[in-house]
């Protein structure tokens, strides 16, 4: 069991929960994830990266949307509350050196995995950039903590409501054009990451991406995660989850992504549903 220590709701849909750890938090690497089971031996399993980790206090931090049935269910837990099982640290921890300039770009959530990338970056010498984009400005996160630790700090939003009108891929199309960086970090919905490899590609600049797939084991062993990366079968939980974003398939992996979407869905309707019985009646009425 794993107790919340702190639950803080950062967004409509975005919470940060410090949680209950120790062995997790002393042994974790900027890069890596957990997966976290809410209560059954036969409940949902969902790989959420380690945002940040407390050593000393035996914590770690888990930023998460809620984007179906058991993120919101997670969601619901209050602090002193416990959660069953955490599983981790998994996947390999990020190479982190003195690269140069190195660019990190964060879409929505993924703001929240990039974020200790990000410090350890900084933290080995190098130039740091941070783009942060999101629909909009309340659903823009950790832009305080970004820039305490970035030299340069540039935000975008879809609809114009804060910072730059647009997508994340044209400050760092400027980026590149210009004195280029040595690396670029990008972590995101993977139509982002897509978007910003091709970016990359265009000026022949590195780039790295994180990839969050369907996931059940987190040893290898289920095959639910397999991406294919320059032609050759991973599996992020551990191969990855980080991979040059030259070479990942996302459009295979934006299939496979798809695979239980319908289930999916149903279960995020029926956790509605069963919060809102009055609604609940009334369709209940109207189909009789």
Do not use: W
Not at 59 to 76: D, N, P, R, Y
Not at 122 to 133: D, M, T
Not at 256 to 265: G, V, W
């Amino acid at each position: 069991m794993h107790r919340i220590i702190a639950k803080e709701q950062l967004s409509d849909e975005v919470f940060r929960f410090v949680v209950e750890a120790p062995l997790i938090a002393r042994e974790r690497r900027p890069g890596q994830f957990v997966i976290l089971q809410l209560d059954s031996d036969y409940g949902e399993r969902i790989p959420l990266t380690i945002a940040d980790a407390d050593a000393e206090a035996g914590t770690i931090t888990l930023i998460f949307q809620t984007v179906g049935k058991t993120t919101h269910l997670l969601a619901e837990r209050q602090v002193g509350d416990e959660i069953r099982h955490i599983l981790g640290p998994l996947g390999k921890p990020t190479h982190i050196e003195r690269f140069g300039t190195v660019v990190c770009v964060g879409g929505g959530i993924g703001a929240a995995p990039l974020y200790p990338i990000a410090q350890a970056m900084k933290q080995a010498g190098n130039r740091l950039i941070v783009i942060l984009g999101a629909r909009t400005h309340g659903l823009l996160i950790l832009e305080k903590e970004m820039q305490a630790i970035a030299d340069e700090l540039l935000i975008c939003t879809d609809d114009g409501s804060y910072g730059e009108k647009g997508l994340v891929t044209e400050p760092l199309r400027r980026l590149c054009a210009g004195a280029k960086p040595d690396l670029v970090v990008a972590i995101g919905p993977p139509i982002m990451m897509k978007a910003c490899a091709e970016v990359t590609r265009e000026f022949n600049v590195p780039i790295v991406v994180s990839l969050n797939t369907i996931m059940v084991d987190g040893t290898g062993m289920c095959g639910g995660c397999r991406v294919t990366v320059g032609k050759e079968t991973k599996f992020v939980c551990v191969d990855g989850p980080e991979f040059d974003g030259h070479l990942v398939d996302f459009d295979n992996m934006m299939l496979r992504m798809r695979a239980y979407k319908e289930i999916e869905e149903k279960a995020h309707q029926e956790y509605h549903c069963r919060l809102n019985p009055e609604l609940n009646r009334l369709r209940q009425y109207e189909n009789t």
